[in-house]
């Protein structure tokens, strides 16, 4: 190995955000180990990695211990979008609990920095605005988006009590909703489902009345966030907020879509789902000052970017 160089394992390294990561990572001149059930990774999100010798992929469940030699682990095996995770919601909670259990176990064998993909869910629909990392939340136990919410609250809670209990050297990031290429055309998040909807000349879906908001962070400003966060002195642990503070409401990302796309599509009003946030904004501030990180596109070049992917595989 040269000198620099860092094996490092990727957990959902085929699925949307973790591809990139692994590109990134093999470009900063690491060897990668991608590990991934395919759940909802994809093996076209990584077929151009294939070549690369310092690129390995080991079809994997976290669910179950997972023994290899690694030097970092990035943790981000979970599904993301609300029909995926609750399509087999016992089975999301197991990822985010045992899978977090099983690569934190082999983090202190290894002795290996470990980052978590944690999620601004877990402030729930909040009563604080924007979301600042001191808020604890407002999250349904037994609600339909549960099994995600609480998993990703327990992940967290065993990721510190690892950190208290055994000296882990641990990173937990809060990722607010990140979009760009490589999403799934039926991924069933909004930005896709917008950006599909557009292209194919179908109405959008608006759940509700549009009136709720996100903010929507552009997948390369999010993959920076996360390695400079791997990147940061022992002492940090975060968790922070990694995400794009400009806010959004559903209807407002629907004119975009149309107007980005040059789309004809019109407006269909749907029930919105239950324990749908009202609203969500990061407080960045941590980001700023710890990681010297902001996100720099903006979500018109986003979109744009986004749109040329699915123009090319719709
Ligand atoms: P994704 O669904 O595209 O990727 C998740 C990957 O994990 C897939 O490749 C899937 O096959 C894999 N996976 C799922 N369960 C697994 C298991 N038990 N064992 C091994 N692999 C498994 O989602 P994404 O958007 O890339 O999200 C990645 C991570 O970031 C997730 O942990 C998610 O909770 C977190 N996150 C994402 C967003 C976002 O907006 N994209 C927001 C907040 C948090
Ligand atoms: N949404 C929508 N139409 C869709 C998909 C989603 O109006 O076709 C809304 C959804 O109800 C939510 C927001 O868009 O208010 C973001 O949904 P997404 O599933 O992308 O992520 P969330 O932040 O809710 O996890």
Redo the contacts with the bound molecule.
């Keep these: 190995m040269t000198t620099g160089t860092k094996r490092i394992l990727v ?2 390294g ?5 591809s990139h990561l692994c590109e990134r990572l093999l470009s900063g001149g690491h060897e990668v180990l991608c ?7 994809r093996k076209a999100n990584i077929i151009h990695l294939m070549e690369n010798p310092y690129f390995e992929v080991m079809r ?4 179950f211990p997972l023994y290899v030699e690694v030097d970092e682990i990035y943790n ?6 609300p029909v ?1 995770y609750q399509f087999d919601p016992v089975q999301t909670t197991k ?1 985010s609990v045992h ?1 977090s259990i099983n690569m934190l176990g082999l983090a202190k064998r290894l002795k290996a920095k470990i980052l978590l ?5 877990v402030y729930g629909d909040p009563t604080v605005h924007p979301q600042p990392e001191s808020y604890w939340g407002n999250v349904n136990t037994i609600g339909l988006r549960s099994c995600y919410d609480e998993g ?1 609250r327990c992940a967290e809670t065993l990721f510190f009590d690892y950190h208290r209990q055994h000296g882990l050297k641990i990173k937990v990031a809060r ?4 979009y760009g290429p490589r999403m799934l055309p039926n991924d069933g ?1 909004v930005v896709s489902n917008f950006i599909v909807q557009a292209l194919k000349g179908e109405d959008i879906t608006v759940y509700g009345d549009g009136s709720q908001t996100r903010s929507f962070c552009f997948v390369d400003d999010m993959v920076d966030g996360l390695v400079r966060l791997m990147n940061t002195t022992d002492d940090f642990t975060g968790p922070v907020n990694i995400g794009n503070p400009g806010e959004f409401s559903i209807l407002e990302l629907a004119e975009r879509v149309i107007e980005l796309t040059g789309s004809n599509s019109g407006l269909s009003f749907k029930p919105l789902p239950s324990d749908d946030p009202r609203q969500r904004k990061p407080d960045i501030s941590v980001a700023r000052k710890v990681l010297g990180w902001e996100p720099s596109m903006d979500l018109g070049r986003g979109l744009e970017k986004t749109i040329g992917y699915f123009r090319k595989i719709v």
């Excluded at 994997?60 to 669910?63: L, P, Q, R, T």
């Excluded at 981000?76 to 979008?81: G, K």
């Excluded at 993909?117 to 869910?121: D, F, I, K, L, W």
């Excluded at 990722?175 to 990140?178: A, L, R, V």
Aim: hydrophobic content about 30%.
């Design positions: 957990t959902g085929s699925g949307f955000l973790g590990v991934d059930n395919f759940y909802t990774g994997h469940d976290i669910c981000l095996a979970c599904p993301a979008s995926h990822t899978g993909a944690s999620t601004s869910e990703k990722i607010f909703n990140t998040r």
